[in-house]
């Protein structure tokens, strides 16, 4: 009765209060989703098309890039025209940063994303407020292929509550609106996780939310303690490579498909599986994605006017895939990601820590950091490997020390490798957390 009412009259209230057309976006997709692939084909040229043209009139960067390739967006008749365009990377992201802006939009009237999400490079971007909107509706409609509706509570292994930064405001809305419980995943220990298994089994959410290694730790610490009887429609595992051996303790201690899904703050969803779980679905609404001979994913936002992103290479690998869905959906499918790995920490207190949420801590504090990996080689000593650029100096230095100190305690030693940059695996994998100790523990744990 309350998931009813929550769907039907809170999100409803709250969308129109806030005047946001997410709702109604999300009606739209949810009919647009059985169209044939050339349907969707061809909307997406037509959107690629209206994007390149307002970046070549707005944004100077790309003027520059393109007038320098001698490309120009009359020369794109169909999606693969864009191949001759040149390639937006991490680097010039950081480089030319308010160059990619869109002079059409005053700069402080857009939502700021930082995030380091991807391959522990930091990054600021810009969105506008429609593409904001029109991105939550994209998210929405691939949250219920998982089996979840809106609605109904959700529980999150995730970083930090963001409601929390919101005062009382923010605790309202979670209260009554997103009805979210968190598991805050910088503070993992056993005792916090038997308070959330308690919660979960009192809320019984109807979706379960984190990076999968979260998912993992969780379910396994659910095992240990004989806790086998939360039972959510849906459970997404998001933002990290999600291994056969992870899905089935989860899906065993929750008896439910764990909806495996692939996403980054700077463009926010790229791909989710369906009900199917087998490959996962492009949200070719919001983005055209191209799997080059290097299988470097390259993404184009069809609706961020901002600060568009195009031909912009996300830094993971996938494997692309030419066939349907037996869902019925039009849109077009990639196999899986080759993406990122993401050791938990142990701390000497016996804390665990998310290597992911770790590394972003890093990246986003210490000045002058062009991409950071983390390195645990015993319980009291760690390794920053670091790229820096010109910003870097004594400040960035006390900054590590500091947030080495507060987060591990006095008892561990780091030190601080700078190089020039730190290599993807063999497979395409960017490793951003490398812990020598937890393993074992983690072992442990799944036994
Ligand atoms: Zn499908």
Redesign the pocket.
């Known amino acids: 009765m309350l998931d009813f009412l929550n769907r039907h009259l809170m999100h409803p209230f709250m969308a129109w209060r806030e005047r946001s057309k997410h709702l109604q976006h999300f009606r739209t997709l949810l009919e647009r989703q059985y169209e044939s692939p050339e349907v969707i084909r061809a909307r997406q040229l037509s959107a690629l098309r209206l994007q390149l043209r307002h970046a070549w009139d707005t944004v100077p960067y790309y003027r520059a890039a393109w007038t320098k390739a001698g490309v120009h967006p009359n020369d794109v008749r169909e999606l693969s025209d864009l191949e001759a365009f040149p390639i937006l990377t991490k680097a010039d992201i950081r480089r030319h940063n308010r160059a990619l802006v869109s002079s059409a939009f005053d700069i402080s009237a857009l939502r700021v994303k930082r995030t380091s999400g991807s391959t522990g490079v930091p990054l600021t971007i810009y969105c506008d407020e429609d593409a904001m909107q029109w991105k939550a509706a994209c998210t929405l409609r691939s949250d219920e292929w998982s089996g979840w509706r809106l609605g109904q509570r959700v529980a999150k292994v995730w970083g930090n509550p963001e409601y929390l930064h919101f005062g009382l405001r923010g605790r309202l809305r979670n209260y009554f609106l997103d009805r979210a419980v968190y598991l805050d995943t910088l503070h993992l220990n056993d005792e916090r996780s038997a308070l959330f298994a308690n919660t979960i089994r009192r809320r019984q959410p109807g979706l379960i939310f984190g990076h999968a290694h979260s998912l993992y730790l969780v379910a396994c610490a659910m095992k240990k303690s004989r806790v086998m009887d939360v039972r959510p429609n849906g459970i997404i595992s998001t933002a990290m490579i999600l291994h056969d051996w992870q899905r089935s303790v989860i899906e065993q201690v929750f008896g439910c498909k764990v909806t495996n899904r692939y996403g980054c703050e700077e463009v926010s969803l790229i791909a989710s599986e369906?009900?199917?779980h087998?490959g996962l679905?492009i949200n070719a609404d919001s983005l055209y994605t191209e799997v080059p001979s290097d299988e470097k994913l390259l993404v184009t936002d069809l609706c961020n006017r901002g600060m568009p992103l195009i031909r912009y290479q996300v830094g993971d690998v996938v494997v692309p895939a030419n066939r349907l869905?037996?869902?019925?959906?039009g849109l077009p499918m990639i196999e899986r990601v080759e993406g990122r790995e993401a050791d938990y920490v142990l701390t000497p207190a016996g804390r665990l820590i998310s290597g992911i949420s770790l590394t972003e801590n890093f990246a986003l504090l210490i000045p002058g950091t062009a991409q950071v990996q983390i390195v645990q080689e015993s319980i009291t000593q760690l390794r920053i490997r670091l790229v820096a650029d010109d910003e870097f100096g004594d400040t960035s230095r006390r900054k590590i020390a500091e947030l080495v100190r507060d987060t591990f305690g006095e008892s561990v030693t780091h030190d601080v490798e700078l190089v020039d940059a730190i290599p993807q695996e063999p497979s395409g994998k960017y490793r951003f957390c490398i812990s020598k100790v937890a393993r074992e523990r983690m072992q442990e744990m799944s036994v």
């Open positions: 369906c009900e199917e087998n679905h869905c037996k869902c019925g959906r």
